[in-house]
């Protein structure tokens, strides 16, 4: 039995310890973490699934900018390597999607396409931003269902 929560309700370290095990501990070097360097985790958007004893999946979102327009960067989505293939990924995905307020899209997120395209995420509309580290142009996801006008190209950054 599992329970979708409020990431603000479960233990922090929990979650770190969730996060090694789905990426691994060397995931701060990732482009992803650069990108939201220094932001607070957006709690209405945030969540965690726990199954009574440990937190086997979260979704964290942040505060970012492409240039001066705001976004929100989806991620890390985490599901504990033995939980996987259940849908406990479509159940954060579908958490924080629908607890999304109009001023909280556009959101971004660097993820696989074959599993996020379901959600909504493309590349269309990506190519032509830059970020601070290594990425792969196919996996800068957008999600922008009020196709809200972007810059074609700017720099995708922690929103300062
Ligand atoms: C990616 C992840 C969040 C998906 O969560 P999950 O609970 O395992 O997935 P669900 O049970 O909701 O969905 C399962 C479906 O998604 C597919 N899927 C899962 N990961 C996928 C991926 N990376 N690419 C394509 N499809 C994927 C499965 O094949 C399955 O397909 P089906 O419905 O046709 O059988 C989870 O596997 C995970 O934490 N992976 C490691 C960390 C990671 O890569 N996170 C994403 C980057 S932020």
């Known amino acids: 039995m599992t329970h979708l ?3 603000s309700s479960v233990d ?21 973490y650069m990108l939201r360097q220094g932001m607070p ?10 199954d009574g004893v440990s937190v ?21 989505v985490a599901v504990s390597p033995d939980r996987q293939g259940q849908g ?6 579908h958490a924080s999607l629908g607890a999304t307020q109009p001023s ?8 696989d396409p074959e599993y996020y395209s379901r959600f909504g995420f493309s ?4 190519g032509g931003w830059t970020l601070p580290g290594p990425w792969e142009p196919r996996r800068l996801l957008l999600y922008n269902p009020q196709a ?4 074609e190209k700017g720099m995708l950054g922690p929103r300062l």
């Open 5 to 7: 929560v409020p990431l």
């Open 12 to 32: 922090a370290g929990r979650v770190e310890e969730l996060l090694d095990d789905a990426f691994g501990r060397d995931r701060f070097r990732r482009t992803a």
């Open 41 to 50: 985790v957006i709690e209405h958007l945030s969540f965690a699934v726990t």
């Open 56 to 76: 086997v999946g979260s979704i964290q979102c942040w505060p970012v900018a492409v240039g001066n327009l705001p976004l929100i960067l989806v991620g890390p």
């Open 88 to 93: 406990l990924g479509h159940s954060l995905m």
């Open 104 to 111: 909280d899209v556009p959101m971004v997120m660097i993820g």
């Open 123 to 126: 590349a269309d509309g990506t």
């Open 148 to 151: 809200i006008p972007l810059p």
